[in-house]
């Protein structure tokens, strides 16, 4: 039987744009796996990688802000594209560049974090896909908080650094510079094009029958253990998401990834109990090779279960990862299917996320001169039960935000408390 990724390719050299229609740009296994999860939500909310940014007042010229905006689009297709489905088959539609940049006010008794909450929760998914929001905030306003967003369907945290990076040298070209000649934007359609094409390749090469029987084993056991989004009652006036952090001494050379898997699954245990296999997703993946560096084209999502009645062998574990990586770049919705037919039950649906970052890698935005101070906007809406980002440097930086329509935040602190106190004390030595 052909794989998810041959059926999807095939469907979509079916489609026939016509002649002056939107041209349809496939997407790819991790773009399929954002799609799949807004349409398994009820409210069918979008997934959303926003970027916060605190300025002097006075800083931000949003007319100049839009212009950059807006010529970052003309080049990059992904940013002016929209998800789409024709014939049942997903695919990004190419329009004409309309990033818009809102300037909000605040009501009496509100700051910045509590409109930027407000706009993201009203975040229309049939609109552009980067958008930008500027909103005062400070003692009498004397700082400004700029929101850089973007639908998940369109870029990767792994791509905020230079996404950053060239909106602010595109902003400090000022509004009179030339976008992308057609000849310009035309190439990197191709690339795109071309990027994409080469993901889906290997990806299909990756849903061979030996990758979905390895799936397959690997989670057969996988079961969703978190209750239901809505499960908890939230107060008037509470913010729907919850948020932890902590600074911790970092150890020379980083804490191994299999020993930040086996911290999550210290928290799983602390949310759901000893004995549930619970799916933890993580990006993973590089870019095919010759496939042009371009925007939308990103990781896909790996899933470790996440044994919650398992002593935690660093060995184990890490030797478990290493043959996961050998088949990483199945795609999700392939990696969901195998372990459906090989009887588990699980929906598809994640009860956890982890992210590392390098803190080298953090996406400063300047603009003309003044860089501003990234800040993060707490009580967001959450994606998911909970998620980890960890961020390794001169310390260890962990933060875990989790949805409060599905855990008390007291269970979730419990949790919390967990993951960070299994990366306090050495790891066992192997062996």
Known sequence: MPS???????RFRRLDAGEGAPVLLPVTGA?????????????????LVPMFFAFPRGTVDTDRLAAAAN??????PVLRSRPTVQRGTPALRLEQPRVPVVRLACAPGEDAAVVLRRALEEWDTQGAPLRLFLVPDGPEGTEEVLAVVLDHLACDGQSLARLADELGAAYDEGTGAEGPSPAEAEAELTAYRDAVLLQLAAEERAGSPEAMAYWGERLRTVREAAPAPGSVPLTPGTPPGGSATVTLPAPAGGVPFPQLLDACRAASAALYGSGPVVPIGYPWGGRPSGAAPVLGCFLNTVVFPSDTGQRPDPSATAEA??????QAATPFDAVVHAARAAGSGWSGRLDGLLTVEDARRHPPLCLTGVTGREIHIDGRAVRGPFAVSVTQGAELGLRMVWDRTVLPDLTAERAFAALADSLRTPAPTAG
């Not at 773009?31 to 997934?47: I, N, S, T």
């Not at 010529?71 to 990059?76: G, I, N, P, V």
Request: aromatic share 12%; charged share 30%; glycine share 2%.
């Open 31 to 47: 773009q399929r796996r954002f799609a799949l999860v807004r349409a398994m939500d009820p409210a069918g909310r979008p997934d």
């Open 71 to 76: 010529r970052l689009a003309a080049l990059h």
């Open 321 to 326: 990862w290493w043959d996961d990586l050998d």
């Open 4 to 10: 998810i990724t041959s059926q999807y390719l095939a």
